[in-house]
């Protein structure tokens, strides 16, 4: 049996959060932090294939949190995607700088989410959609 990447998914909304593991689960193993304090921590103690990166969160935004976890990976690269509700020139341009890899745009829809996260991982998608 082939292990299931594992994907650290970032974000203070709870409904998010919900959201992303409904569309996400059974087809990669799920980790979830609330808050970028969380997220660093969790890399810390784990290898994560994929980290999907809330920009907008208090405290520690998705920018400096990327920014730790870069400083923190000795040479490896995690891919991590930006997750936002707009994503200005400007706000692309900081999130390219704090090393993220893409971008997914609220609302997230989950097929497409699921066919570019394979993307990164070379596989074929095999999301269903059930709707």
Known sequence: MIAKRKILVVDDNAGNRLLLKYNLEGYFDIDF?????????????????LIIMDVHMPELD??????????MQNGKHTPIFAITSNMFR?????????????YIIKPIHAKALVE?????????SHYHDNQ
């Open 33 to 49: 932090a609330s808050n970028g304090f969380s997220a660093i921590n969790k890399c810390r103690e784990n290898i994560y294939d």
């Open 116 to 124: 570019r996260i394979n993307l990164y991982f070379n596989t074929t």
């Open 62 to 71: 998705g920018i400096e949190t990327t920014k730790q976890i870069r400083e």
């Open 90 to 102: 400007e706000q692309r341009i900081k999130c390219i700088e704090a090393g993220m890899d893409d």
